[in-house]
Nanobody, 122 residues
Framework: QVQLVESGGGLVQAGGSLRLSCAAS????????MGWFRQNFGKEREFVAA????????SYADSVKGRFTISRDNAKNTVYLQMNSLKPEDTAVYYC???????????????WGQGTQVTVSS
């Protein structure tokens, strides 16, 4: 069991940047692969980025490659999503998720945070 809490969302103009944080409880954070997903109203939840337990492997959705960066600090039990060159299409609730192995599908993640709203204006 792991509990996740996202933070860092807000309102930003197109072209701006935000950094989301996901703080995890417990002493076994380093055993979990982590992912970021997002969901806008009327749309299905979609994969954004994922990172392996050690941070050595990352994966990104095509829509965010070159703009978003996922990272983690296992000593702080925290995973980050640095979002640059934000577009209105990035507007969504962003969710942090944890799983015991590295996968990209949201249906395979066992633990989820409550989400944080990101709104990009134009």
């Amino acid at each position: 069991q792991v509990q996740l809490v996202e933070s860092g969302g807000g309102l930003v103009q197109a072209g701006g940047s935000l950094r989301l944080s996901c703080a995890a409880s417990g002493r076994t954070f380093g055993r979990y692969a982590m992912g970021w997903f997002r969901q806008n109203f009327g749309k299905e939840r979609e994969f954004v980025a994922a990172i392996s337990q050690s941070g050595g492997t990352t994966s990104y959705a095509d829509s965010v490659k070159g703009r978003f960066t996922i990272s983690r600090d296992n000593a702080k039990n925290t995973v980050y999503l640095q979002m640059n060159s934000l577009k209105p299409e990035d507007t969504a609730v962003y969710y942090c998720a944890a799983n015991s192995f590295f996968v990209l599908s949201s249906t395979r993640y066992d633990y989820w945070g409550q989400g944080t709203q990101v709104t990009v204006s134009s």
